[in-house]
């Protein structure tokens, strides 16, 4: 009875494994290609959009590019530079937005040192230590700034956009320049804290 057994399972395992390796011969070449066209992905891509036309089996030949007339009506449409109007006015909005919102956030007094940084722009910045200085002279001022860091304090102009560090100094960014800009055009009304 035990040797019966062992026999069945021997058996047992040994079908498993030519199952698993049926399987396998099965399913290579599909998993090849599979990862081939992941991995080569943007090159595939490249190479069908140049292909103008292909002989098919059958001697059926497709051509792929569109005609001469299609490619002049585009450009001499007038649609078109409505569309790129329209992409100009759509960016001028996402600007326009994304002013606003940074306006309702900022605090005054990182108006004021974006300000600082924007007068200091010729000589590289502004060293940190003097930002370090304007913070702690913000802190003493405003109580409610106690307890937060000078890194959390510029968290926000960092994330926004608006300044960037190098080699130990602190520098408005073209988009921190564009946005005092911004409010100063439009006259935004001073802010505290």
């Known amino acids: 009875m ?3 057994t062992s026999t069945t399972i021997r058996s047992v395992s040994r079908i498993d494994w030519v199952l698993i390796l049926e399987y ?4 290579i ?4 290609v599979i990862f081939l066209i992941i991995k080569f992905n943007q090159e595939i891509k490249n190479l069908l959009n140049r292909i103008q036309s292909a002989d098919l089996p059958g001697g059926t030949r497709v051509n792929l590019s569109p005609p001469p007339q ?4 585009a450009e001499n449409n007038p649609k078109t530079s409505e569309i790129e109007k329209i992409k100009k ?18 605090f005054g007094s990182q108006i004021e040192l974006l300000k600082r940084l924007r007068a200091q722009e010729t000589r590289n910045g502004e060293q940190s230590k003097d ?23 510029l968290k926000f102009l960092f994330d926004a956009g608006l300044i960037h560090s ?18 100063e055009f439009l006259n935004f009304p001073n802010k505290t804290l």
């Open 2 to 4: 035990i040797a019966t």
């Open 24 to 27: 396998v011969k099965v399913l």
């Open 29 to 32: 070449w599909p998993s090849i």
């Open 70 to 73: 299609y490619e002049k009506l």
């Open 89 to 106: 006015d759509l960016s001028y909005t996402q600007i326009y937005l994304d002013f606003e919102r940074i306006y309702r956030f900022i």
């Open 131 to 153: 930002t370090i200085l304007f913070f702690v002279f913000t802190q003493n001022i405003f109580p409610l700034l106690k307890n937060w860091t000078f890194d959390f304090y």
């Open 166 to 183: 190098r080699n130990d100094h602190y520098l408005i960014t073209d988009k921190g320049k564009a946005f005092l800009s911004y409010i």
